[in-house]
């Protein structure tokens, strides 16, 4: 019988970091801006998100809603703002927000011009900054071909419950009906079409 000897090698240490969840990076950069803090916030988020979360111009949101893969979203339960976003959504990427959604307070006019963007995008999250989720859905329900027709802004007119903004297309128009107030901001609650 022959002995042999057996060669062990220790297994290399791998000296990885682990991934921090979506919710710990979100939570650290809604710390930092609630504590006014930009240096804070760029150690976990990118320029552009951090010059979006300190756009936000209405009071902080009051609850963390979760985080659904990597977006998470931080709402408000104590007051009402302009469109169903309802407060902040992050996209958050390995340990950093590289995109922050926001509710906005708008003109009639600001708000259809962004909502109309965010259809030209295909960009759902952006729509909810200035819409109800009615009207994302109705909006989102026709893709925007880039090769089709020209959307051509007509401006807004008053209505009973708000405003009428346009844009039209050779074959008609689509409505995008606002509402809200001049002390609260304004929101896409519906959208219609006219055919010529």
């Keep these: ?3 042999g000897a057996v060669m062990m ?5 791998v000296a990885q970091s682990a991934k921090p969840a979506p919710a710990t990076v979100a939570k650290k950069l809604f710390n930092a801006w609630l504590k006014k803090d930009k240096v804070a916030a760029a ?3 990118t320029p552009g998100a951090v010059s979006g979360i300190f756009a936000y111009v209405f009071r902080a949101p009051d609850k963390f809603a979760g985080c659904k893969g990597n977006y998470c979203r931080f709402v408000h339960t104590s007051v009402n703002v302009p469109g169903d976003l309802n407060g902040l959504g992050m996209v958050v990427t390995g340990n950093k927000v590289t995109r922050v959604y926001r509710s906005r307070f708008a003109s009639p006019g600001t708000v259809t011009k ?3 963007k965010a259809f030209v995008l295909g960009d759902r999250r952006q729509a909810l900054e200035v819409a109800t989720q009615a009207a994302v859905d109705t909006r989102f ?7 089709g027709v020209t959307h051509f802004y007509q401006g807004c007119s008053k209505e009973p419950k708000g405003y009428a903004c346009a844009y039209s297309y ?15 901001g304004y929101e896409v609650a519906s959208v219609s079409w006219i055919a010529d």
């Design 9 to 13: 090698f220790p297994a290399p240490a």
């Design 141 to 147: 329900k026709v893709k925007y071909d880039p090769n």
């Design 43 to 45: 150690k976990v988020a």
């Design 1 to 3: 019988m022959v002995a």
């Design 114 to 116: 962004h909502f109309h």
């Design 170 to 184: 050779e074959g008609g128009a689509v409505v995008m009906h606002v509402r809200g107030s001049k002390a609260r």
